[in-house]
């Protein structure tokens, strides 16, 4: 019999130079991803000023969504790079909180933003910061594998992500549904790929 593993938690970053074709400084694609992470393509909760989740900073502080475009402006205007996070945990029970403790364990120096959302198969948090270095391989590895063993540590110690609580979901999942495999994990695009082109670089190695 096969033992039952935890998925890994999904980690992958995006790059990308806030300046327009023609060089000049711009803050469009940081924003666009910030509105997009806020509220999805949901005009009337946009229109409602509803977000989709609580944005939450380095000191666990929550902010507005207002207060977030306003970082996000002033960071992209005196910065060289955007940077987009996407944080994944197959079992889907940390909070947002949780995640930024994963970023703080995990070595996570730059000064960040962060917003989880429950609303996909898979509980994930989107991260933006910002800096005037591009994040070369091994400083991606190394910040990826800080971070992904602080989301596991996480996991394994939650109530309704512990190694016992996986496999009696399962169990249960086995026996109301046996004909259906777990698929891949289904990713929610990011803003940065879904909405601008040719300056955003992937760096999930």
Do not use: C
């Not at 940081?30 to 900073?57: F, I, K, T, V």
């Not at 970082?71 to 029970?93: D, E, I, N, P």
């Not at 800080?146 to 249960?172: C, I, K």
């Amino acid at each position: 019999m096969k033992r039952n593993r935890q998925a890994l938690p999904f980690i992958n970053v995006r790059m990308q130079e806030n300046r327009t074709p023609s060089g000049r400084r711009t803050s469009a694609p940081a924003r666009r991803a910030a509105l997009y992470y806020s509220y999805g393509r949901d005009r009337e909760a946009e229109l409602a000023e509803q977000p989709r989740g609580q944005w939450l900073g380095p000191d666990g502080r929550a902010h507005t969504h207002a207060e977030v475009m306003a970082w996000v402006q002033a960071k992209a205007m005196s910065h060289r790079y955007t940077f987009q996070g996407l944080l994944s945990t197959a079992a889907g029970a940390l909070t947002a909180a949780e995640f930024g403790r994963a970023l703080q364990r995990g070595g996570q120096s730059d000064e960040w933003r962060l917003i989880a959302h429950d609303d996909t198969r898979y509980r994930h948090a989107h991260v933006l910061w910002f800096g005037d270095k591009r994040l070369d391989k091994k400083a991606f590895l190394s910040w990826q594998k800080g971070v992904r063993a602080e989301l596991v540590r996480l996991e394994q110690q939650h109530p309704l992500t512990s190694p016992s609580a996986l496999r009696a979901q399962a169990e249960q999942s086995a026996v109301a549904s046996p004909a259906n495999p777990a698929a891949g994990q289904e990713m929610e695009l990011d803003a940065g790929q879904a909405r601008t082109k040719g300056q955003a670089v992937d760096l999930g190695w």
